[in-house]
């Protein structure tokens, strides 16, 4: 690259991490774990008539940068969890996958983000335990292969969820967990202060509401009303709970000896519906949450948090669309600003001009307190018979006397049918592993019913909440 250019770039990347520069439009998560959504074209000119300013994507899909080439969106992209390991021991590979991924369309697709897996300090098992100590050294390595093309304007993160924290309440608090404090997450925030890069957190108001709705106060989480909280601590006033929740992180990084290193929300959002025992979980409520944050990222001036005032925190929604294969409990796939075939779920204004006033009214939905009473998980209307049957195997082969009643002669094999026994058997087997994390969803074939399904002498095991 000749002087001049890379003289020109290196300015760019250092007016883009500089504090007043920073855009605070709004970006979008676009998934793609959908069975039934728009094309990939469609779905980019959606998100730019949304006047989006950033988009961020779950892997590095080619047809997709280049159909965001030449558009105004800063785009980050991600590399799998799985690829980690081979990156963090291998420079080459690091090499390759940024001369594949990133060379071809920079700089007209503006990529301005690499993510190095995501959540991956989530992740408890064995092997995930043996990605954490990789990570760093992959997130090293990446930096390397862009300083290599000259492109240190792209920064290297990667994107936590606040269960990185050991304490986070009241925020000054705010501790590391003591598994990954010293041997993952310090080493982190040293990379991430030496290549002056960001700390991507996924933080989600909805999550630690709706397991206290009775005491957090809905409104602090929806940035709705004059509800304040004191950090006796601090001696900060908190007037929202994302506040809370991101001060809580800053605070922990303090005390590791990094106060300065700047905030990006890679995820958050509210659900638009979800199962019966989730509360909160609406459009309204949905459409409060957005609404405000949109309004309070983009504010003139800049707002930032009790503890940052006046920073800029470069945010993304979750998400473009609504996702029906994303597995786990009914609110997964309906996060959505789109449904799945791009209709808008409520009406939003990205840009944060639009007022309350003139937004379209949503009816009501009254489910913001916790259910209380029996469910049932049973086969869903209009499924596919024969995905029901190949589940229903599933299911029984694994044993644990799941499906032990649906044997002939005992009390639930009849009627012979393939939605009655696999309505025994989902409801078997979330009622014995629920506590474990099971969920009524079983690859869509499932739902959950307040009915009892039960008839004659069989019994039908239920969850009781």
């Known amino acids: 690259m000749p002087t001049f250019s890379l003289n020109f770039v290196l300015l760019l990347s250092l007016i883009f991490i500089s504090g007043a520069e920073i855009s605070s439009k709004i970006g979008i998560n676009y998934g793609q774990l959908g069975s039934n959504l728009p094309p990939p074209s469609l779905a980019i000119e959606m998100i730019k008539s949304m006047k989006a300013g950033r988009v961020k994507l779950y892997d590095a899909n080619h047809e997709i940068l280049r159909l965001l080439s030449g558009t105004n969106l800063q785009v980050s992209i991600m590399i799998p969890n799985n690829e980690i390991s081979d990156i963090a021991n291998n420079q080459t590979r690091s090499d390759e996958w940024i001369l594949n991924n990133v060379v071809p369309f920079y700089p007209d697709t503006m990529i301005r983000f690499i993510l190095v897996g995501n959540e991956v300090l989530s992740y408890a098992s064995d092997r995930d335990r043996h990605v954490w100590t990789d990570l760093v050294p992959a997130m090293r390595r990446v930096w390397q292969s862009l300083k290599a093309q000259n492109l240190q304007i792209i920064r290297v993160g990667t994107p936590v969820a606040m269960d ?9 608090t705010g501790t590391f967990r003591s598994d990954i404090q010293r041997t993952v997450v310090a080493p982190m925030l040293e990379f991430l ?9 996924d933080a989600y108001p909805y999550f630690p509401w709706s397991a206290n709705p009775m005491d957090i106060n809905l409104d602090f989480a929806l940035f709705n009303g004059n509800f304040e909280q004191i950090d006796g601590g601090s001696g900060l006033v908190y007037t929202n709970l994302l506040d809370e929740m991101l001060d809580s992180l800053i605070f922990a ?53 009790p503890a940052r005032p006046g920073v800029v ?13 994303k597995s786990g409990p009914g609110t997964e796939r309906h996060w959505g600003l789109l449904s799945s075939d791009g209709s808008p779920n409520y009406d939003i204004d990205l840009t944060g001009r639009k007022s309350s006033v003139e937004y379209d009214p949503i009816p009501v939905v009254e489910n913001n ?17 024969m995905e029901l049957g190949a589940a229903v195997t599933d299911v029984c082969n694994g044993g644990d006397g799941i499906c032990e009643e649906l044997m002939p002669g ?18 078997s087997y979330w009622a014995r592993f629920r506590s474990q994390g099971g969920s009524c969803y079983f690859n869509g074939l499932a739902e959950e019913t307040t009915i009892d399904p039960s008839s004659g002498l069989c019994r039908f095991p239920s969850v009781i909440f």
């Open 164 to 172: 990185v924290l050991e304490t986070s309440f009241p925020p000054s």
């Open 193 to 201: 202060n030496e290549t002056r890069s960001f700390f991507f957190v």
């Open 253 to 305: 990084m303090t005390k590791l000896g990094y106060s300065d290193i700047r905030l990006v929300i890679s995820e958050t959002g509210w659900p638009t519906t979800g199962d019966i025992e989730q509360p909160g979980a609406n459009l309204p409520n949905a459409a409060m949450y957005n609404r405000n944050l949109v309004k309070r990222i983009v504010a003139k001036p800049t707002i930032g948090t």
């Open 313 to 325: 925190i470069p945010t993304f929604i979750f998400a473009l669309f609504d996702e029906n294969q």
């Open 369 to 385: 307190v916790p259910f209380r009473g029996r469910l049932w998980c049973v086969a869903a209307r209009g499924v596919d018979l």
């Open 410 to 427: 005992r009390e639930c094999y009849e009627p012979v049918s393939v939605h009655w026994h696999a309505s025994y058997a989902f409801s």
